[in-house]
């Protein structure tokens, strides 16, 4: 399957600017382009933009992320259940898209919990859910039309990632997981949360729209060791007060999502721009 420059930025939770200037830079461009001249970005040219966004996040230069991420394996997820190869993964997102276009929840839903059962929530919302999602969402800008297949796929994803176990017992809240003020786009915090599951550790979701007084009141009666403030847009980023939020907690702060690219952040913030990344982090300051 081939993508546009949009969808593979959104992807990756980096700005289209990037993206071209990676692409002029290092070479991590489309190899392919329509009659009518536009790019398209393969799969196994996504995975190696997908390994560029984590090596730079992890500090290495980017000259030096570019060759690495061109080499096969140099950056993966924690491998969860059977491998999810990328023909496995064009196949499941047709499923997806068929049993969207059906408006078929039930079977979303079915599809998507076999999915994560067989391959774990990290590889299946990095290569399936989420790119199917920003397919869904090409689709609607396209036509001006689909809101409601959109929507309900959307669902039968929530549904699927709510399935997954969460811990038994008590011990450390691992992370709070809130949206900005005003931010409706919840299931990237989701994922997050069925893979902080996966992993055996508790988390909380606050779910969309937090006011911003609600989420310092959470802070100061849970006491979370990460904090993750998910925002989709840079309005709805730059409403949140971090620093404000810093005198509230001991926690480490994340903000998270396409929307902060960009948005100035306090160096105490850390920026995670992956599931991976971010699931990492969290890990790294309960597991120590």
């Known amino acids: ?4 420059p949009r969808a593979v930025a959104a992807m990756l939770g980096i700005s289209p600017t990037t993206l071209r200037t990676w692409d002029q830079r290092y070479g991590l461009g489309p190899s392919d382009r329509t009659a009518g001249g536009h790019r398209r970005y393969q799969d196994d040219e996504v995975e190696q933009l997908r390994r560029m966004v984590a090596l730079t996040a992890q500090g290495v230069a980017p000259a030096e992320a570019a060759r690495q991420a061109r080499e096969p394996g140099a950056v993966h997820p924690r491998p969860v259940g059977a491998e999810l190869t990328a023909d496995a993964a064009r196949t499941a997102r047709r499923g997806f898209l068929a049993a969207a276009d059906r408006l078929d929840e039930p079977r979303i839903r079915r599809l998507a919990i076999d999915l994560i059962t067989r391959h774990g929530v990290v590889a299946a919302w990095q290569s399936v859910l989420f790119p199917f999602l920003v397919e869904l969402g090409e689709r609607v800008s396209r036509r001006g039309a689909g809101v409601e297949v959109e929507h309900l796929a959307s669902a039968g994803l929530l549904h699927a990632l709510r399935a997954v176990p969460y811990p038994d017992g008590t011990g450390v809240l691992a ?3 809130a949206c900005a003020p005003e931010e409706q786009h919840t299931l990237p915090l989701e994922a997050l ?3 902080l599951s996966e992993e055996d550790c508790r988390w909380l979701g606050l779910g969309a729209r937090v006011p911003v007084r609600a989420l310092c009141d959470a802070l100061e009666r849970l ?5 993750v403030i998910w925002a989709h847009d840079r309005d709805l980023a730059a409403t949140v007060p971090l620093d404000r939020l810093r005198e509230r907690t001991d ?3 994340l903000a998270a999502g396409p929307g902060w690219e ?3 952040v306090p160096d105490h913030v850390r920026r995670p ?3 991976v990344e971010a699931l990492q982090l969290v890990l790294d300051q309960v597991r120590v």
């Open 1 to 4: 399957m081939s993508w546009t």
């Open 175 to 177: 992370a709070l997981l």
């Open 193 to 195: 949360g069925a893979a």
């Open 223 to 227: 006491r979370p060791a990460v904090v």
């Open 251 to 253: 926690a480490v702060l």
């Open 262 to 264: 960009g948005v100035a």
């Open 273 to 275: 721009v992956t599931l």
